[in-house]
């Protein structure tokens, strides 16, 4: 018997999915599978996330970024512009609320609108100090040197017979 685990590793953005295995596999039964997306992965720290939202504008979507959590939300417009009857409803226009969960480290950048696709750029941003560094090997250490050790602590001693 085979499990089909897709739908845990969905809502992950840039890093270790199985952190918050159960935390997703609960977002994931509740069946929200509206709007669609895609996650691609742009650059060696870049992400792209891209939704079809058609039917919603720019003042409809709500981002909101929290707790490494980016929260997507779409409110109904103020309803038809003009007095036209819809016969037929095959575009879905209801509100929603996506939650991905993202990485330490991780920024969105941007968001775009265009053609009925949201589409979201998020960077992976290490800080500095979090960076791996390469510590260079230094040539033989000169015995005229002092060396810092429990007898002297990196001080050089004055010879008393010197004076």
Known sequence: MTYE???LFRNAIGFDRRARLVETAAQSAGGAAYPPYNIEKAG?????????VAGFGPDDIELTVQDNTLVVTGRVGGGEQDNRQVLYRGI????????FALADHIQVERADLANGLLQIGVTRVVPEALKPRRIAIGGTVSSAAPV???ANDGVAVADDKAA
């Open 5 to 7: 685990l897709t739908p």
């Open 44 to 52: 060696d720290d870049s992400y792209v996330l891209t939704m079809a």
């Open 92 to 99: 879905a226009a209801r509100a929603f609320e996506r939650r």
């Open 148 to 150: 810092a050790g429990p």
